[in-house]
Every structure is written in structure tokens, then in C-alpha cells.
Nanobody, 126 residues
Framework: QVQLVESGGGLVQSGGSLRLSCAAS????????MGWFRQAPGKDREFVAA????????YYADSLKGRFTISGDNAKNTVYLQMNSLKPEDTAIYYC???????????????????WGQGTQVTVSS
């Protein structure tokens, strides 16, 4: 089992920034990649960003590339999401996820992930 705990969410004004963290514990040796997804009320869970532990490759949703940056500290089993220039439409619950295999571009698909955190709320006011 792998446990994922997100932190760093909160209320921020439009144009502001937040930095989310996701700490993994348990059988973290099995994690090949980690990612961030988000889900707004009434909408499906959508891909935000992902990172491969082995090569450090990163992947982003096209609409978010340039504003959001994913990074990780393998030794700490922690992944981060730096969110800049936030917009009201970024308001959602943000979920951290871990995958046991690196699927490359397949990491954009939420069904590739084995474990999920509880989510952290991000609210951007206009």
C-alpha cells in the first residue's frame, strides 16, 4: 500500500500563487511516477501534471503548461505542484496520484494510477 497526503491548498486571489505538496509513504519503492489531477464541481477528474521518477520527464495539460510546474524529491518521496497566475477556473479539488509503472504520455490518463490522495481544495477568487 501507498499512502498519499496532499497539503498546501487554500484560498487565493486571482493572479496569485500556491504550492501544493504530496508526501508518499508506505511501499513507495513501487512508485514509478506521480501526478496531479483536479476535479471541479460537476466535472470529471482531469489531468494536471505528472512526473517520472526514473528520468525526471514531466507532462502537463496543454491548457496549464506555462503556469503550473511539477517537481519532485525522490529521496523524500514528495512531489510538488507550483501554481502561478491562478484563475477562478482553476478552482477545484486537487488530487495527488501514484503509478506503479511509467506509461509515458499514458500518465495523462487517470486510469493508469494505482493510488490516490484525499485531495486538497484550491479556491481562486475573482
Amino acid at each position: 500500500q501507498v499512502q498519499l497526503v496532499e497539503s498546501g491548498g487554500g484560498l487565493v486571489q486571482s493572479g496569485g500563487s500556491l504550492r501544493l505538496s504530496c508526501a508518499a509513504s508506505g511501499r513507495t519503492f513501487s512508485n514509478s511516477a506521480m501526478g496531479w489531477f483536479r476535479q471541479a464541481p460537476g466535472k470529471d477528474r482531469e489531468f494536471v501534471a505528472a512526473i517520472s521518477w526514473s528520468g525526471g520527464s514531466t507532462y502537463y495539460a496543454d491548457s496549464l503548461k506555462g503556469r503550473f510546474t511539477i517537481s519532485g524529491d525522490n529521496a523524500k518521496n514528495t512531489v510538488y505542484l507550483q501554481m502561478n497566475s491562478l484563475k477562478p477556473e482553476d478552482t477545484a479539488i486537487y488530487y495527488c496520484a501514484a503509478a506503479s509503472r511509467d506509461a509515458g504520455l499514458g500518465l495523462r490518463n487517470r486510469y493508469w494510477y494505482n493510488y490516490w490522495g484525499q485531495g486538497t481544495q484550491v479556491t481562486v477568487s475573482s
